[in-house]
């Protein structure tokens, strides 16, 4: 049996039956359709004072309908899936192409077989939940024995598995296994009177694999040293610096500076600050950034996207020039160009938008070193915990859990929670040194444009001359 | 909107969970039903309709506990699940604090009708709501040349939830809700694409404000064209009634009793101390009908009553479930607020002018912020920064839009240098959070 045939049999459908129902969403006149079947379990397990004492497992199950007509979108989805159902969900989206007179037949079936970017070499489903408590144990023990100022750990260990069953009026027929392996831990730490929180996770599209000793002595060190600098640290003196952005998580400044606003959704729809940027050199030629849906076992790797699209990796922006859009399958009808399989959604509950996946910068040749050596004041940053953006004004903020001021060249006192702001086209223009250091960060990055997905992002240590900095005033 | 077998489906469940050997068992049947329509410029651009139905259980098996969804309901696969969801638990280590609550907190029924459930919302034609959001765009579309886009969404849900557990609690909770919102964006200097936004929301299609979204939002839009940096400093900060929230919602945080227990809190051994400025009051308005958030019982099914969080800056109370209150000792309130309102002390529910012209006017000059953007709390220290936008304002009058800008500080202080509460809570919110104005607040610009 091949993987779209255990799928069809998962959602009891078959491809007659697919066809039929793609046709109903397609009676009123749309120009395409498809079918998103999914059905995901995850299992969670959460330690707590020193115990695992929580477990749990959810079960999700459904299917969407879609149906575009131009650039009109009708959207139903039903938990149910029995033909009465799907048809009443395919009427349902059908109505958005209500007057459209053209009528547009459904292709015959063509079976997909994608590169798989994320193997599993051990099932999830092998092992039961509760076998994997001394692992999360274990990782307690080890954080408790890092630093005598641990007083409080809470560990959450979370694996899925979703199968996704996809077709299209274009006769697309795919399906795909998708896992993910998230561990999570939040330290509290207490020194005297004075309280301190700090987290780290890991997150990959693995199987039980994931489940390491290595996994434990990185998180469990990472998150004891990233509470631990905050006793040390205080918040700096405020106002617009040069910021040194270390490498890995930094790459939340191409999320929420360049990332969102390079979607195509906002673009096609003039919203965006770089609505008219195509084609133009918009920064240092030292800098190319790449959105890519192909590195293995990453967490924002896709074997096809939502659409049934190949991942693939996407050139933003080449030696300094805006040379793609991340599109979905309307903005690349819109802009007269291919997908670049970026159509994401959270769930059958959602229609699919124009999302990133693992979105870095490429290395450049500078040291990072030599970069911390050439700022007289400003700060070092590679800790953060969220940001946001306005796609239209441009301004992106980022907030650092903890980094260090750079004062003469040197990295000084360690600072802890203050907010970075600035405008995503200046700010980009600002980079003025690359280092040679860039990784993705693996932390349990999720993306929040309407819906969640997650989504990774790396950097190499990179120099911005100007950004504002949160603080306190003299 | 009731599942013809929805209560079948939870006897099912229930009587599965025993026999697979469940000591106690919660579970909470929830059904929504919604749709969406946006209109974007002239036309529509998306419509979206479901209904889902999920089934949430709390087991509590030899002193062990889990908790397991699915929304398969068939029966043998239902059981299969609930069986193995057992097993699971079994494995887990016992935890001697996870109990079904205290029956005698418990909601026993016969409660007021809190006028959250529209009886017409299955009554309201598509048309009518696609009528909606496309008039929200009408009213702006081809009347400012500098209008680039814009989006205007009509939408609407109805929530049906049932608790049951093995002790015998029984609750229903029917809500319905209306939202009309708009969006649009404006050629500003250079690239720059200011956007504005409005949206009203009842519980009742006849509440629903339906006009002047598309104005308000151009109107906003517009105000925010030709923003500046400005100068670090300290200024008076004025804090608009639509975001206000985000600077009550550090503290309740900070009062959940999984923080307190977890010493994740700054206000952490703070119960029945005065923190903040006596000027504050904070109070749970749980049994307001026709309001967002008012209920009769929480999620364990422990009855609300309304009364004081914080009253003259003291706190008066933390949001002890039953498992937090086990393990800390503090007796159980509710798991969470219903629907907080803040205001100066004293005042809840006087009437009085004390809206955003006068707050600016008292204030005299600062920074009026309409806009927050990211940023966080620690929760350990109350220490925040956040990203904002507004306006600059001198005696009470508006100057020039503001951006880029962080307003930095600590929860605990910036509450102790509260000069005024508003009297003008949007009611379009699930709390009510009024204009807020705070004396000398830390600003980061050039």
């Given at each position: ?7 069809l ?24 359709s498809?079918?998103?079947f ?90 039961d ?23 409080k ?34 330290v ?17 599209r ?64 003039n ?85 990133m ?9 500078s ?108 | ?42 036309k ?37 699940f ?17 109990s ?43 009347k ?59 519980l ?87 309001e ?112 880029e800008m ?41």
């Amino acid at each position: 049996m091949t993987s779209i045939q255990r799928s069809l049999h998962l959602f009891g459908v078959t491809t007659e039956e697919l066809k039929i129902l793609t046709d109903t969403a397609l009676s009123k006149g749309g120009e395409y359709s498809d079918l998103f079947f999914e059905h995901s379990t995850v299992d969670e397990l959460t330690l707590r004072d020193g115990e695992v004492n929580g477990a749990g497992s959810h079960i999700d199950y459904g299917m969407g309908v879609r149906v575009i007509s131009g650039d009109q979108t009708g959207y139903a989805y039903t938990e149910i899936t029995t033909m009465n159902e799907m048809t009443n969900a395919a009427k349902a989206a059908s109505i958005i192409a209500l007057g459209n007179k053209k009528r547009i037949p459904v292709t015959d079936i063509t079976p997909m077989d994608f590169k798989n970017h994320y193997p599993i070499l051990k099932s999830w489903e092998d092992s039961d939940v509760t076998s994997r408590a001394p692992f999360i144990k274990a990782l307690n023990d080890k954080i408790f024995s890092l630093d005598h100022r641990v007083n409080k750990v809470i560990a959450k260990l979370t694996n899925s598995t979703t199968s996704i069953l996809f077709f299209n009026s274009l006769g697309t027929l795919c399906s795909d296994e998708r896992p993910m392996a998230t561990l999570s831990v939040t330290v509290i730490m207490q020194d005297g009177s004075r309280v301190e929180n700090g987290s780290s996770s890991r997150s990959y599209r693995m199987g039980s694999e994931f489940l390491t000793e290595n996994l434990i002595d990185e998180i469990a060190q990472e998150a004891v040293n990233r509470t631990a600098i905050l006793f040390d640290a205080g918040v700096p003196e405020g106002g617009e610096m040069s910021v040194v952005m270390g490498a890995g998580g930094s790459g939340i400044l191409l999320h929420e500076a360049i990332g969102h606003a390079f979607e195509a959704d906002f673009n096609r729809q003039n919203v965006s600050i770089f609505s008219d940027k195509l084609g133009k050199k918009i920064c240092s030629s030292e800098i190319s950034v790449v959105d890519d849906g192909t590195v293995q076992g990453n967490r924002g790797a896709v074997n096809f996207d939502d659409e049934g699209v190949a991942g693939q990796k996407t050139y933003m922006v080449t030696d300094g020039y805006l040379t793609s859009y991340l599109h979905d399958r309307i903005s690349a009808s819109y802009y007269k160009t291919a997908s670049t399989g970026n159509g994401r959604r959270e769930s059958f509950r959602y229609m699919p938008l124009p999302r990133m996946r693992a979105t870095y910068m490429i290395n450049g040749k500078s040291k990072e070193a030599d970069i911390i050596s050439s700022v007289k004041k400003g700060i070092f940053v590679d800790n953060f915990s969220n940001g946001q953006v306005q796609i239209g004004a441009g301004d992106f903020t980022f907030f650092v859990k903890s980094g260090y001021m750079i004062e003469s060249g040197k990295l000084t006192k360690p600072i802890k929670d203050i907010n970075i702001i600035g405008n995503g086209p200046k700010a980009l223009a600002d980079i003025v040194a690359v280092a040679d250091n860039s990784y993705i960060d693996n932390g349990s990055w999720t993306c929040g444009k309407e819906q969640y997905c997650p989504v990774s992002c790396g950097m190499p240590s990179v120099l911005i001359n100007k950004l504002t900095v949160g603080g306190l005033q003299q | 909107m009731k599942q013809e077998n929805e209560s079948e489906t939870i006897h099912f469940a229930l009587k599965a969970a025993e026999k697979h050997g469940a000591g106690a068992v919660r579970i909470t049947y929830n059904k929504t039903k919604h749709s969406s329509y946006t209109f974007r410029n002239d036309k529509l651009d998306r419509l979206q309709q479901a209904t889902g139905s999920s089934l949430f259980l709390q087991l509590y098996v030899n002193g062990r506990y889990g908790t397991f969804s699915t929304n398969r309901m068939e029966r043998t696969e239902l059981e299969r699940f609930i069986a193995k969801s057992i097993e699971t638990t079994k494995l887990l280590t016992e935890d001697k604090h996870r109990s079904l609550p205290d029956t005698s907190l418990c909601y026993k029924g016969g409660g007021t009708d809190l006028k959250q459930c529209d009886p017409e919302f299955s009554e309201i034609p598509s048309e009518k709501k696609i009528e909606i959001a496309r008039m929200c765009n009408a009213e702006i579309l081809g009347k400012d040349k500098r209008l680039l886009n814009v989006n205007s969404e009509y939408g609407d849900y109805e929530d049906h939830t049932l608790i049951v557990d093995s002790q015998g609690f029984s609750g229903t909770t029917n809500q319905t809700n209306y939202t009309v919102s708009t969006e649009c964006s404006v050629k500003g200097k250079g690239d720059s694409r200011p956007e504005g936004w409005w949206y009203e929301s009842s519980l009742f299609f006849n509440d629903l404000k339906t006009g002047g979204c598309g104005e308000k939002a151009l109107e906003r839009a517009i105000n925010k064209l030709g923003t500046r940096k400005i100068k670090s400093g300290k200024y008076n900060m004025v804090v608009e009634n639509t975001i206000s929230s985000r600077l009550v919602s550090p503290i309740i945080n900070a009062l959940n009793g999984a923080n307190i227990q977890q010493n994740n809190s700054f206000l952490n051994g703070k119960l029945g101390e005065r923190v903040f400025s006596p000027l504050m009051e904070i109070y749970d308005e749980a049994h307001l009908p026709g309001e967002f958030g008012s209920r009769l019982f929480d999620s364990e099914g422990i009855a609300t009553k309304p009364g004081p969080i914080i009253d003259q800056g003291v706190i008066s109370t933390y949001f002890m479930n039953s498992y937090y209150s086990k393990k800390t000792g503090i007796p159980v309130t509710v798991e969470s607020p219903s629907l907080p309102v803040c205001s100066i002390s004293g005042q809840r529910g006087v009437s009085n002018e004390n809206k955003l012209e006068h707050i600016l006017r008292n204030t005299g000059k600062g920074i009026f912020v309409t806009g927050f953007n990211g940023g966080n709390t620690n929760s350990s220290t109350g220490d925040f920064s956040f990203g904002i936008e507004g306006f600059y304002f001198e005696d009470g009058s508006i100057l020039y839009p503001v951006s880029e800008m962080n307003v930095t500080g600590n929860i605990i202080s910036l509450w102790n240098s509260v000069r005024d509460i508003g009297n003008d809570a949007r009611k379009a919110s699930r709390w009510l959070i009024p204009t807020l104005s705070f004396n000398s607040v830390d600003f980061n610009g050039f």
